[in-house]
């Protein structure tokens, strides 16, 4: 066994700066996104689908990282050659892609296309304005920009991740429904009936809002599956979703899958005060002592307090919460949710505006 020009060979051809190594060319966001979103910082990733990563990126964190790797071969090779090195059995690819600490699940182990079906059962009726539009691959097609959604980075138990899935469903359901009381099949198989705001009551513009200025002539009305809605949404929605959500917000009711991206985005990018819904479903909700005095206690409830509360906490029996709550238990039902949680509604929480 020869293996010191090997050794040598590795390290020398992976840390020669001249070579300029770069990332594929067809490096996209699907490639990265593993790794990128490990540290959950869902909204503030730079990255955009189907486009190049920059170079000057892979310039500062290749070459460090291959001869890391590079030394690690060498190390090893040293030890016990190379016909055993190059069939050693390397595990931690897997561990890698899996996530910050244990496995991924795709959303697709959790909600199959038939389930899918069987809980929006009128969604491609001709009565629905959103007819054909919400398909199933461009949900789940979505959801692979949001890994942890319905997966969690700390061993979360199959319960939680079907509850939390359940939960975002039965938003989304609630403000796109197409239900009434004696609807076909129930009020609750209706969900995902409108893809747009119907006669908007006004264009949705914060002009006080510095940040994320409207524009001239567009409208931030509810789109999407959760009716995203004013431009201090449309804008960081649009970052970090690479698309410029204030110029052109009517992309979310004309792209299926950017449609579902943008209510995505919404229920897992916590906007202070407010915390993610992710966060919430997840357990991982830790109140302030405002949160506290207000009576904001975890709970699907308290999703329903950061998507709408304005409008419907702090009022008992409001029947939009009643709404709901209904696809909520529907759906954990479909998906055999054991323990729906507790705090369903959000009658005694005060609203955060």
Wanted: hydrophobic letters at 40%.
């Amino acid at each position: 066994k020869k293996p010191m020009p090997v050794a040598a060979a590795l390290v020398a051809v992976f840390s020669v700066r001249p070579l300029r190594l770069y990332l594929p060319a067809r490096a996209t966001f699907s490639d990265y996104h593993r790794v990128a979103y490990a540290s959950s910082t869902y909204a503030q990733a730079s990255h955009c689908s189907d486009a190049a990563l920059p170079t000057t990126m892979a310039r500062l964190f290749l070459p460090p990282v291959l001869l890391a790797l590079s030394l690690a071969a060498a190390t090893l090779i040293l030890n016990v050659g190379v016909a055993e090195a190059c069939s050693w059995q390397w595990p931690w690819p897997r561990h890698v892609f899996r996530g910050r600490y244990g496995r991924r699940y795709g959303i697709s182990s959790i909600v199959t296309e038939a389930m899918f079906s069987s809980m929006f059962l009128h969604k491609d009726d001709t009565a629905c304005p959103a007819k054909g539009f919400y398909t199933y691959s461009s949900f789940v097609r979505a959801a692979e920009w949001f890994p942890e959604f319905g997966s969690g980075a700390h061993h979360v138990d199959a319960d939680t991740r079907k509850r939390e899935v359940a939960a975002f469903l039965a938003q989304i359901s609630h403000e796109t429904t197409g239900g009434w009381a004696t609807a076909p099949d129930g009020p609750y198989s209706w969900g995902l009936c409108f893809k747009e705001e119907i006669n908007a009551s006004s264009n949705y513009c914060d002009a006080d809002n510095k940040e994320w200025r409207c524009v001239d002539g567009k409208s931030y009305h509810g789109r999407g599956p959760m009716q995203l809605s004013w431009n201090y949404n449309y804008g960081p929605a649009g970052e970090a979703l690479c698309f410029d959500g204030l110029q052109e917000p009517e992309l979310v009711a004309s792209d299926p899958v950017l449609a579902f991206k943008a209510a995505l985005w919404f229920w897992m990018t916590p906007q202070e005060p407010k915390p993610s819904c992710h966060d919430v479903m997840l357990g991982r909700y830790v109140p302030t002592e405002a949160d506290k005095q207000a009576n904001r206690t975890a709970g699907f409830g308290l999703t329903t307090n950061i998507i709408n509360g304005g409008l419907e906490c702090n009022r008992p029996d409001d029947p939009r919460v009643e709404d709901r709550i209904g696809y909520y238990r529907r759906y954990c039902e479909i998906l055999d949710v054991k323990d729906l949680g507790d705090n369903l509604d959000c009658a005694q929480q005060m609203p955060y505006s």
